[in-house]
């Protein structure tokens, strides 16, 4: 398996544009996670998936943070508009729920700049 | 509330010296604890987890020992090496499909 997929591994916008982010997870995983990594903050959720539902978007900052899995295959985080602030390393993690793997394999990341 | 505190932020060791992270978690619930390792520019990756029916797990130089009681867990590496260096994150369950992270240990191992 080629493990979780994330796109763009870069993307460096201005501030108020929109941002979308993808993530294709490993084949045969129920459970979809997306983190928010900085230095100030360490690595935080911002919402996960389970059978493409989300389950918790506590995490999510504000309302300007969207999130979608329209099939078991996708998933995307959009930034709409995308403020300085939200600079930071985005990753996509999947697992296989409760029961039987719940190891979470995390993507390679998405790098983010705001300017 | 959810909250796990790992310590310490960095730590230097010298090659073949023995490396120890430790981690307490809030949630008494908490059942499942991995620790990732995460290199430079890359994901975080999975190197050993613990459930909590169990007090310690091995793994070639890397063991991990849980205190349930006390709700603590530790990272042990043994006869560390230049490879080794890298940001450490341990990580508790949350209400059973969340994971909380703690906040990292840069570890670096001088030859």
């Known amino acids: 398996d080629a493990g979780v997929i994330q796109s763009p591994r870069h993307e460096v916008t201005e501030m108020g544009q929109e941002v979308t982010l993808r993530c294709k997870p490993i084949s045969g995983h129920d459970y979809l996670f997306w983190y928010r990594q900085t230095m100030m903050r360490g690595l935080e959720l911002l919402i996960y998936f389970n059978n493409n539902v989300p389950i918790d978007d506590s995490g999510m900052p504000e309302d300007r943070f969207s999130a979608k899995m329209p099939n078991a295959s996708f998933s995307t985080l959009k930034i709409q508009p995308s403020e300085p602030r939200d600079s930071a390393v985005y990753f996509c993690?999947?697992?296989?729920?409760?029961?039987?793997?719940?190891?979470?394999?995390f993507g390679p990341g998405t790098r983010l700049t705001v300017l | 509330g959810e909250n796990v505190e790992q310590h310490p932020s960095t730590l230097s060791v010298q090659e073949g010296d023995s490396a120890v992270i430790k981690c307490t978690y809030s949630?008494?619930?908490?059942?499942?604890f991995p620790w990732y390792k995460q290199e430079l520019g890359k994901g975080p990756q999975l190197i050993i987890d613990i459930r909590s029916n169990v007090g310690e797990k091995k793994d070639q130089r890397i063991a991990v020992t849980l205190n349930k009681t006390a709700k603590h867990f530790s990272l042990h590496i043994t006869e560390t090496q230049p490879e080794d260096s890298a940001v450490y994150f341990c990580?508790?369950?949350?209400?059973?499909?969340?994971?909380?992270f703690g906040t990292g240990t840069r570890l670096q191992v001088f030859p």
């Open positions: 949630d008494s619930a908490s059942n499942y």
């Open positions: 993690a999947s697992s296989g729920g409760q029961g039987r793997d719940d190891t979470q394999y």
């Open positions: 990580a508790a369950t949350f209400r059973t499909d969340k994971l909380i």
